[in-house]
């Protein structure tokens, strides 16, 4: 069974700063890794999708990586803003069957 | 065993016909969400409600996509006309807020999903 983590649980960092999140992944044989934000009581915002064959993707101030080999995945945010404190969730999306597996999120909070 | 439910759980249609897809939300809860996931744009938000009221839909396409929520019990979505761009598989997924809380992951549980192949 896909076992998906991320860590940290919780970062608070001040506004301006480049910021890492992490995303590990216990079998790597998944067909893509999509990285989302939830804000308090919304639903899941899609950010950046990485299909398996892909080493990364970016949108704006946001990169994504993937590394299947060694299954992990990191978000970078760099120049940090307010609007950026949500909830970061990675989801890998596994070759058999249409199941998703999430991971535990990651609490960020940008002080200004 | 409370579990989110869909109707129906695959659907073949023909391009320009009217698609209604069906959701039943856990007894109790007050958040329903109604996600799409394709292949290449994976999993995205179409919209959500909360006390049947919707809040946001703005990863819906307008101009043929509605939501409902006649009841508590029921949640809707509608396509019409289909096209074949909107095959795809469409989660509802349900949660419970408290006032000032927020709908964490792990309670929001996903339906099994819809199937639906536009022709």
Sequence with gaps: KQEVTQIPAALSVP???NLVLNCSFTDSAIYNLQWFRQDPGKGLTSLLLIQSSQREQTSGRLNASLDKSSGRSTLYIAASQPGDSATYLCAVRVRTGNQFYFGTGTSL???P | DARVTQTPRHK???MGQEVTMRCQPILGHNTVFWYRQTMMQGLELLAYFRNRAPLDDSG???DRFSAEMPDATLATLKI???E???SAVYFCASGLVRDGGAVLLNEQFFGPGTRLTVL
């Design chain 2, 12 to 14: 073949v249609t023909e």
């Design chain 2, 84 to 86: 074949p761009r909107d």
């Design chain 2, 80 to 82: 019409q006309p289909s």
């Design chain 2, 60 to 62: 819906m396409p307008k």
């Design chain 1, 109 to 111: 909070t940008v002080i």
């Design chain 1, 15 to 17: 506004e301006g700063e």
